[in-house]
């Protein structure tokens, strides 16, 4: 992706968050470009951080793919009690690229929502709860129609 189309994106989405009277708080780590967006608020990562403070590498990428693997494992099993003869490995090379992808979104659907905020908190992002129609809707946890809102202060 090039800065230009990103920056046309960006402007896109704060376009967005004005009409649905969200604020978003978007980091980076490469402070390339300068933005002039409304509800959209670029802030710039210090170099050599990015494990440090990206919430996804505090535990929430490990959990990921130990629910990947396990769907994976799962799959062979019960492909090596159906196709008899088949080796583990012989079976692994049968998984199709639209496979791991269903696995990889229904693994990251199954990531706690609580792992995702102590990793959030983990890297200083603190969440609290709120019960307030101003704030934005940025959770659903549940099938139901509860929506759970929070700010990150």
């Known amino acids: 992706m090039t800065g230009e189309i990103f920056e046309e994106w960006l402007h896109w989405f704060d376009r967005q968050m004005k009409v649905e009277k969200c604020f978003f708080l978007w980091t980076m780590h490469h402070p390339i470009l300068r933005f002039n ?3 959209v608020n670029v ?8 494990s440090l403070c990206q919430p996804m590498d505090q535990g929430i990428i490990q959990a990921m793919k130990l629910k990947y693997r396990k769907k994976q494992l799962q799959y062979v099993i019960s492909q090596m009690e159906l196709k008899q003869g088949k080796s583990g490995f012989d079976l692994l090379k049968d ?4 496979d ?3 696995w990889v979104a229904r ?3 199954e990531v706690e929502i609580s792992t995702i905020v102590k990793c959030f908190a983990k890297c200083g992002f603190q969440l609290n709860s709120v ?3 101003s704030e934005c809707t940025v ?4 099938e139901s129609d509860e929506e759970e809102v929070i700010t990150i202060q």
Do not use: C, G, Q, R
């Not at 802030?43 to 990015?50: G, I, Q, R």
């Not at 998984?95 to 639209?98: E, F, K, M, Y």
């Open 37 to 39: 967006l409304k509800n």
């Open 43 to 50: 802030k710039f990562l210090p170099p050599n951080t990015t």
């Open 139 to 142: 959770l659903n946890d549940s």
């Open 100 to 102: 791991a992808i269903y």
């Open 95 to 98: 998984i199709s690229v639209l």
């Open 107 to 109: 693994a990251f659907e």
């Open 131 to 133: 019960e307030s129609e």
